[in-house]
């Protein structure tokens, strides 16, 4: 009888130590994080990456999990040197889960780093100690419960601070706060792989951010960023201001050597739209059209002939837009670690570095896309870097979902590095029906002096911390004004005759600047970090 009363009571209690187990990172799933806005790392805020686990083994009473291998210990100096492709990821190689409920995850050095997923309110252990005798206290500071992908769940905050001979020392993870949740994996993360160092030269594919990565909500796996929604875009009210330009060289520096250009600003308000059949729809705009014709013919010092030609045009025009038959979705393996030229990277030709940013406005979704195709990996002996002898291609897009809005660049250059086929487009503004980005600006009022400005006004440091200075390359123009907008259009602050405005009591931040000079306006976005 007492050895039944045993064998039962261990059961219960290995199936209460069990259920009261909070899942990390889920098997087979992806979850997708991303930086803060204003992120201390070299890369623009906002950069999205993503865990996916491909494997679970079972050792006696413990769990490991494997994530999906990313590439590094590569030399972006040398084509001989071969790559390793089945790198660790950003959260390392792998974490064990022990019956208790405690994790560990491991750094490049092997170093372990502990999660007390079972931990209570006010308990403190030590996450991890470095070679240096470094050690991360981890305390739980908070458990409540958060709605996630609309289900409420239960969360820990877990609070991190520095020690180092018995005192607490200074340390960029000091004050961060890791987020756990039951059911949906960790929320708030820091990178694992060269936690708690400041920096590891072995990363290749993935950058070292120290920031916290917070979870994304799951439906951005559904978001086809090409499908526009047609219905919503061309109701009638909605209205916005773009702008593209394509030539070569700098077209939109005159004084910058031999190019030519053209740059069409527009301004298209929606008068009607009608789905024709189940795939067909039928759009009617007014459209305004700025066209400015860049030429510039360079023998330093002086240009021999440069200058803008300009002309108007305003029509009604009527589209049928069919959705385009090629979806793009995010991969949910190989997230943001680099772009592949064919469906298996194993067995591809070549690949190129590429990376994503995520921000969102009202409840679109805002995808920037970067990569640059002067360096690839090659499947030789061994997978290995090339570099293009003849030149290389910088590109950046965004892209709005539901929208078809873009913004962005594509720079081909030469091997000298000289600027050769150049484009550009901008978004200056939108009204979808209650959501509003940008200033609106008369299109048909942009004369020579407002092209001429793109040339001769700079604004730095942007991003900026607090001061932002405007520089004049042309000493006889002058400053009347500085606005300053939030992204809808609502004036934060005004200044007369200045070349220069404070932020330091302005929230951070991305805004829209407007300045005004006696030979024109200029316009442009800054973010307040």
């Not at 999205?48 to 490991?64: K, T």
């Not at 494997?66 to 071969?82: K, V």
């Not at 990565?213 to 929604?229: A, L, P, W």
């Not at 070349?499 to 600047?513: A, D, F, Q, R, V």
Request: proline letters at 3%; a negative charge; charged letters at 15%.
């Amino acid at each position: 009888m007492k050895t039944t009363i045993l064998t039962i009571s261990l059961i219960l209690i290995t199936f209460f130590a069990k259920s009261q187990n909070w899942k990390s990172v889920p098997l087979n799933d992806t979850i997708y994080y991303t930086t803060p806005p204003n992120s201390s790392s070299n890369l623009t805020g906002n950069y999205l990456r993503c865990v996916f686990l491909d494997s679970l083994n079972i050792i006696g009473n413990d769990e490991v999990y494997f994530f999906h291998p990313t590439i590094e210990n590569g030399s972006w100096s040398s084509s001989q040197i071969c790559i390793d492709t089945s790198g660790p990821s950003w959260m390392g190689r792998q974490y064990v889960k022990k019956i208790n409920g405690d994790e560990y995850y491991f750094n490049f050095l092997g170093d372990s780093i502990l999660l007390k997923t079972n931990a209570q309110l006010n308990d403190s252990w030590t996450c991890v100690t470095d070679t240096a005798g470094l050690f991360i206290i981890s305390t739980i500071t908070n458990i409540s419960t958060q709605l996630i992908d609309n289900t409420l769940d239960s969360i820990k905050e877990i609070t991190l601070q520095a020690w180092y001979n018995g005192n607490t020392t200074t340390h960029y993870c000091n004050g961060y706060k890791i987020v756990l949740s039951k059911n949906h994996g960790i929320l708030k993360s820091l990178q694992w792989e060269d936690f708690p160092y400041n920096n590891n030269q072995n990363l290749l594919y993935h950058a070292h951010i120290q920031d916290v990565h917070s979870r994304v909500n799951s439906q951005i796996e559904s978001i086809d960023f090409t499908k526009i929604d047609f219905g919503l875009k061309y109701t009638p009210g909605n209205e916005w201001v773009f702008e593209n330009g394509n030539g070569f060289g700098d077209y939109q520096n005159l004084s910058s050597g031999n190019s030519n250009g053209t740059i069409f600003t527009y301004h298209d308000s929606v008068i009607s739209g009608t789905w024709l059949n189940a795939i067909e729809f039928e759009a009617k705009y007014l459209r305004k059209r700025k066209r400015a014709l860049y030429h510039s013919y360079y023998i330093p010092p002086n240009p021999i002939d440069a200058g803008i030609v300009y002309s108007d045009s305003v029509w009604i025009a009527t589209d049928t837009l069919t959705q385009n038959s090629i979806g793009f979705n995010l991969h949910p393996k190989l997230c943001t670690e680099y772009i592949q030229t064919d469906s298996s990277f194993y067995t591809q030709i070549a690949s190129v570095p590429q990376y994503y940013t995520l921000d969102t406005f009202c409840t679109f979704s805002i995808l920037e896309t970067k990569n640059y195709s002067g360096q690839a990996i090659i499947k030789d002996t061994c997978y290995k870097m090339q570099f293009s002898v003849s030149g290389y291609t910088e590109y950046a897009l965004k892209n709005y979902s539901s929208l078809g809005f873009y913004e962005g660049y594509n720079k081909a250059h030469d091997w000298t590095t000289q600027l050769t086929w150049n484009n550009h487009s901008i978004l200056h503004y939108f009204k979808i029906q209650n959501c509003t980005q940008g200033i609106k600006f008369n299109v048909l009022a942009l004369s020579t002096k407002d092209y001429y400005l793109n040339d001769n006004i700079s604004i730095y440091p942007n991003p900026t911390k607090d001061d932002l200075f405007i520089n004049l390359a042309d000493n006889s123009n002058e400053i009347k004004s500085i606005k300053l907008y939030s992204l809808t259009g609502q004036l934060i602050f005004e200044k007369k005759k200045t070349n220069s405005i404070s932020l330091e009591n302005t929230p951070k931040g991305l805004y829209l600047i407007e300045i005004e000079t006696t030979k024109g306006n200029y316009r442009k976005k800054m973010l307040h970090n």
